[in-house]
Nanobody
Framework: QVQLEESGGGLVQAGGSLMISCAAT????????MGWFRQAPGKERDFVAA??????????EYADSIQGRFTISRDNADNTVTLQMNSLKPEDTAVYYC??????????????????????WGQGTQVTVSS
């Protein structure tokens, strides 16, 4: 079992920056692809970013809507994943969720953007961007 806990959300003005973090306990994350998803009120849960498990190369992938503004990173030694968010826009307002996907469920990009392919989820952290 993996337990995930997000932190670092809050209120920020448009154009500002925020970093959110995800701490894992229960199991080492090095065989899991880690993802960030977000969900705005009344909308579906959308893929934001993912960083592949170590054996998969550890590369990062991003949704088009945040490409160039957000950066995902992982620290397997500390069992943490962070999402640095810059140039924030009001449309980035959402609850942000950290998720873990076992390596055997992570064969391609299509799998990594699909929230149904992730096994473990955090409780979410609210990010609000004011205009």
């Amino acid at each position: 079992q993996v337990q995930l806990e997000e932190s670092g959300g809050g209120l920020v003005q448009a154009g500002g920056s925020l970093m959110i973090s995800c701490a894992a306990t229960g199991r080492n994350l090095d065989t899991y692809t880690m993802g960030w998803f977000r969900q705005a009120p009344g909308k579906e849960r959308d893929f934001v970013a993912a960083v592949l498990w170590s054996g998969g190369g550890g590369s990062s992938e991003y949704a088009d809507s945040i490409q160039g503004r957000f950066t995902i990173s992982r620290d397997n030694a500390d069992n943490t994943v962070t999402l640095q968010m810059n140039s924030l826009k009001p449309e980035d307002t959402a609850v942000y969720y950290c998720a873990a996907q076992a390596y055997f469920n992570s064969p391609n990009y299509a799998a990594r953007v699909n929230h149904n392919r992730y096994t473990y989820w955090g409780q979410g952290t609210q990010v609000t961007v004011s205009s």
